[in-house]
């Protein structure tokens, strides 16, 4: 008896031990193309769901269809880096969509009627509602959340103090980080320049659509970007992206890809190496 129980017995050990050879999901970063506005999706690999910012409202049914096409079920966590429409402005029918878990906000409040519908939606909804501010960090599985930007006070009397005080997050998975940075523009970088933070990433959202107003030689020169993306729309009033801001983005050695010309663009990393795709 005894000499038939034992062979089973490993059996069963090693059908229930995990292969040694098991890969962790990909860390999954698509920046949707909304046309003049921005919204990254983040799948992590221990299978949360993150997104940052959803566009203005006319990109809202675009949000939605392009997180059902990748499989998005609920949301983590929403990032709302400030309260221009363009940012949050999809965010009301993400919120009829999809269940969300938490929201982070800029602390910036504003009289517009987008800004009131998508607080009435968090409240309505009891999502949990949190300042982004530094020292503000998660962990999802191997990617780490860390907030860096704004710092209070909170800049005063700049170009634009609501776009300064976007909030800005590093994320790393091993060898490969992205900086997502809102329309944060050069009197807030130049801030985060000054206190010495950590903004060394792979992967860099341009700030502010890639306007005349950031991404300067020394901000690019401390994120020391392998890939640069842009989201603006074809045409647009505000003339983004700037040619001076994409003289400098390239000049720094990134790869650039603006949405207006190769659509959405996602890139996929094991922490090690990565991949990037496009839309078109």
Known sequence: MHRIMLPLLSLVACLAAPPAHAQVPPWVITFLDVGQGDCSLLQLPDGKNVLIDAG????????VDGLRERGVKELDMVIMTHPHADHIGGLHRVFQEFKVRQALDAGMSSASRIYKTVFKDIEEQGIALKLGRPGLSKQYGPVSLDVIAPEEPLLKHTRS???????????RYNNVSLLE????????????????????????KVPH?????????EFLAAVHPEVAVISCAAKNDYHHPH???VDRIKAAGAKLYVTSEVGSVTVSTDGQT???KTEK
């Open 209 to 217: 659509h890639g306007s005349r107003y950031t991404s300067s030689k």
């Open 181 to 204: 940075t809102g329309d944060i523009e050069q009197e807030g970088l130049n801030r985060l320049l000054k206190e010495h933070t950590v903004l060394a990433a792979k992967i860099l």
């Open 56 to 63: 203005d409202t006319k990109a809202g049914p675009a949000v």
């Open 161 to 171: 103090d609501v776009n300064n005080a976007s909030i800005v997050t590093r994320w």
């Open 274 to 276: 990565y991949d990037v």
């Open 243 to 245: 040619p001076q801001a």
